[in-house]
């Protein structure tokens, strides 16, 4: 009669386990081990060994870490995705802020300013040096740096300045 109840019980337990009572894995690629960890599980309770105690132990910790491992790897492409939106985002801000900026140097405003700056300050802003040049990134140097330089080549061309003049004070200091 002992024989029987066995058989009958390991038939409940394979039954179970393919019947997917066992219920689902958050990761479909740790199914098996989930299977199998339930499975182990029971039949450590029918068997009632010490041995089919730790089997079924083991059998469980592997499922954990299975899902555990799936867990950080679906986290890292998450963290992976939402750096690689962030870069996206702050390269757009970039370029909006460079827009912005061309917009403002390109303007009336701007071109009204180097008009009325000193020569030494146009030598100062096509240097790159000046009260305020820290503050600026060097591609906006550059740019802001070409205007200064076209607002003195407008000034040499019409003869206020000379160029010898301005070739003098970018040779100083």
Known sequence: MRGNSVR?????AGVIVLSGCAGKANHPQCQNLKNEAVGAQFGATMAGTYIAQIQANTDERQYERCEEMFDVVQYQAQL????AQAQIQEQEQEQERKRVMMEKIKGPEMQRLLK????ADLV??????GEDSDKFT???????S???????DRRV???KVSRAKVEKM????
């Open 146 to 152: 070409r205007e200064c330089v076209g607002e003195i």
């Open 138 to 144: 060097p591609d906006v140097k550059a740019i802001v």
């Open 8 to 12: 009958v019980t390991l038939t409940l």
């Open 124 to 129: 100062d802003c096509e240097k790159g040096v």
């Open 116 to 119: 009325g700056l000193s020569l």
């Open 170 to 173: 970018l040779n100083q200091g």
């Open 80 to 83: 992976q995705q939402e750096q």
């Open 157 to 159: 061309d019409s003869g």
